[in-house]
């Protein structure tokens, strides 16, 4: 079949297709671009993120002052830009891959749970699941950050907390699809235990939805870590995020872009690759997608 035909097919069936393997590599290669520099933040970093210097306060790019060449700014403080948006890469992947996996982990189980155990545990997980997602999660992470109080650990919990429902509505739908599976109904005639039936025979074909939906989540937990921070309920000063840096930089637009402009664009950078990677995975995992 031509391109044009497979085109026009999609359309007429309303489907379509994701970025393809050719054009997802640059944006794989953007991802594994900051993933690289976060781990190696202590070794690449030019200057200390935290050391002022107020004689080079403002400074726009390419200016060197005291021995000093501040090739993205200096910030207000006279802090390297450079410097803090490598350790600010940091704090997002961390933020980001600690709060996927532990609401992952998390949602999985208990829609699991849910799925297998039926009568009332499915009735009071499910409906748990319904209350959190009523909840705006902006507003559930803004509340829950507020009476737990700012930090990096209390942020990767909140994170965690808002998003654990969409992996637990997910696993429990999947759970029950595969459960009526005869390789599944076999394995429980022959007296399997349910801890194996799960773990064993089930888990292995869900996990490529999860997989799915934790890359798509991982974007908008560097946004939200980013907007905590904008907001000063994420991480504290003078540790760098990038979500503090545009805070800081809203009040300098007219006079020094760079504080905000950098920042901004690494946040669009990563989140754009991240979630076009996971556009691309669930047309590869999720047969229904395709």
């Known amino acids: 079949m031509s391109a044009a035909a497979q085109g026009l097919r999609e359309r007429l069936t309303g489907r379509r297709r994701g970025p393809g393997s050719r054009a997802v590599l640059p944006f794989l290669a953007i991802f594994a671009a900051f993933v690289l520099i976060a781990l190696l933040a202590p070794l ?3 200057n200390d993120p935290n050391s002022q210097n107020l004689m080079g306060r403002l400074k726009a790019p390419g200016v060197t002052a005291r021995n000093i060449t501040y090739w993205l700014g200096s910030d207000e403080l006279g802090r390297d830009l450079v410097s803090r948006l490598i350790w600010g890469a940091r704090i997002s992947l961390s933020v980001a891959v600690l709060s996927v996996a532990l609401s992952g982990v998390v949602g999985t189980v208990l829609g699991m749970a849910a799925a297998t155990a039926r009568g009332w545990v499915e009735t009071v997980i499910m409906r748990l699941v319904d209350v959190f997602l009523s909840i705006p999660a902006v507003l559930l992470a803004i509340i829950t950050v507020a009476v737990l109080g700012p930090g990096f650990t209390n942020v990767v919990i909140v994170l965690a907390l ?3 429902p969409r992996y637990a509505r ?3 739908g999947q759970t029950l699809s595969v459960a009526n599976m005869p390789y599944v109904r076999l394995a429980r005639f022959m007296g399997a235990s349910m801890p194996r039936i799960l773990f064993i025979h089930i ?5 490529g939805a999860i997989t799915v939906v934790a890359t798509l989540e991982f974007g908008l937990m560097v946004l939200f870590e980013a907007g905590l921070s904008f907001l000063g309920l994420g991480v504290q000063p003078p540790t760098a995020s990038w979500g503090a840096m545009l805070s800081v930089g809203r009040n300098y637009v007219g006079s020094a872009w760079w504080i905000s402009a950098f920042p901004g664009l690494c946040l669009f950078l990563l989140v754009l690759s991240v979630n076009l990677i996971g556009d691309h995975l669930r047309d590869r995992l ?3 997608s395709r």
Do not use: E, G
């Open 44 to 46: 690449i970093a030019p």
């Open 170 to 172: 997910v696993a429990y």
């Open 162 to 164: 808002t998003r654990w």
């Open 286 to 288: 999720d047969p229904k």
């Open 203 to 207: 888990l292995p074909n869900i996990i």
